[in-house]
């Protein structure tokens, strides 16, 4: 029998063909290594943290809220409008809003009930202006509406402390007197030195707080000689 040899030609030939096959197959059927290396399928799976369904982000709302930012009809919520630090301070509390509409995502409604800051109301026993104070600095205006002269106006109870005023004396005199005496709810008013004639009117600003002593600069009147003094002794 003949023997051919082989050329190192075809022995290069036979181990590109195998080294290929290698590459191809990717090893033995069943390798672990393998199955290290390509750590299998298993699918995309969900993202770390979510559950694959988003339309429950951020939780349900207490207040029938969505998360398109409308509400449920027929729901209720707790509203205030008022200035920030007012709310549960005395008279101010919060009102209620329900959402209305007819779809599935309503929209809400006015606060109703709510009661804001309010000006003080002197001896109401009640925090109007909600800062935490009762009847504090409350101011009455007194009508004055007096005919003659030398005639005296006072503040009430509830506002006992005169605090200013704007009188206006009908007389041909220049000379006007307004005297209030420390702590007095009494305030006299007086044009020149003749009594009985003539007519007071304007208002007297009164309060439930003490403040300055009446003078040219809290009470005018339309006199250019004008006299403050703390009895009616001292008007001229």
Known sequence: MNIWPISKSVTVVVLAASLAGCSAGGGPEGDPAEEVRTGGTGGAGDAPGTSGDLTGVGGGSSAGGSASGGCEPGATRSCYEGPPGTEGVGACVAGVATCGGSTEFGAWGPCIGAVYPAEEVCSSGIDEDCNDEVDEACVVEVPVDI??????????????????????????????????????????????????????????????????????????????????????????
């Open 147 to 236: 005919d003659g002269d030398c005639v005296t106006a006072s503040c009430p109870p509830e506002a006992p402390h005169p605090i200013g005023c704007a009188i206006t004396m009908d007389g041909n005199d220049s000379r006007g007197c307004v005297a209030n005496g420390p702590g007095s709810p009494d305030v006299y008013f007086q044009e020149g030195d003749k009594c009985g004639v003539g007519h007071v009117g304007g208002t007297l600003s009164c309060s439930s707080q003490q403040g300055a002593a009446l003078s040219e600069m809290n009470c005018t009147i339309n006199k250019s000689d004008k006299f403050y003094p703390t009895s009616p002794s001292g008007c001229p």
